[in-house]
Each structure stands twice: as structure tokens, then as C-alpha cells.
């Protein structure tokens, strides 16, 4: 198995187990796992970003350059979107408070779709 196909098949799964953490109700430690889940799970997709882009003869080494390269070769399909998804996952590793939190746990709700499309892109 290849790295690219590797690191899809950790994605899947990452993916899945996003969605049931939102599917779970939204406790305070519910919604603690669900922004860990989506964490990881945003980890994963950029570095498989970087691995199909570099598969494809190209290079990019951060997270923001990799979200660029993957909407030039239209793995994703907003950038931006991307991007703030990007700056919850710099927030919350840095500095944490429960209005803080609350935020990402939401954005993290919208997060699913975004990893669906990418995977089928890919």
C-alpha cells in the first residue's frame, strides 16, 4: 500500500469517527472529543493534501500552501472554507476557553462534508 493510500484510508476513518462524535449530544465532554476529532481529522487531510500533491510532481510544505495546491487541482472545492477551518484548528491547539470552544465545536459540525468531497475528489 502506498503512502497516499495509507494515509486515505487513516482519513476514512478519522472521518467516520468525527461523525459520530457529533452525532453524540453535545455535552461538554462530547463536545471536547468531537474538537479533538476534528483536530486529528484536519491533520489527516493536509498531510494527504501534500502526499497526492506530491504524487502529482508538485510540493507544498504547510498546511496553508497545501489547502492551495489542493483547490488549484480541485481536490477541495472552497479554499477559504479551508483556511478558517485551518485557523480553528491554530486556535484551539494554542489557547483554550469554553466560548473558544463552543465556536470550534460548531464550525467543526460543517467539517464532514469538507473531508466526503475531498475524499471523493481524491
Known sequence: MSKLESLIKSLEKAGQRL???????????NKDATIQRFE?????????IQEYVRDQGFDCKS???????GGRL????N????????DNRNLI?????EELADRIYL?????????DNLLKNL
Not at 461523525?19 to 465532554?29: L, Q, R
Not at 480541485?74 to 472545492?77: A, M, N, S, V, Y
Not at 479554499?79 to 485551518?86: I, N
Request: aromatic letters at 16%; charged letters at 30%.
Open 74 to 77: 480541485e481536490l477541495i472545492d
Open 19 to 29: 461523525k459520530e462524535a457529533i452525532k453524540a449530544d453535545p455535552t461538554s465532554m
Open 40 to 48: 486529528f481529522t484536519f491533520e489527516l487531510a493536509w498531510k494527504t
Open 107 to 115: 464550525k467543526s459540525l460543517k467539517f464532514p462534508q469538507k473531508i
Open 93 to 97: 491547539a494554542h489557547c483554550y476557553s
Open 63 to 69: 498546511p496553508k500552501n497545501c489547502i492551495r495546491e
Open 79 to 86: 479554499v477559504e472554507s479551508w483556511f478558517e477551518f485551518l
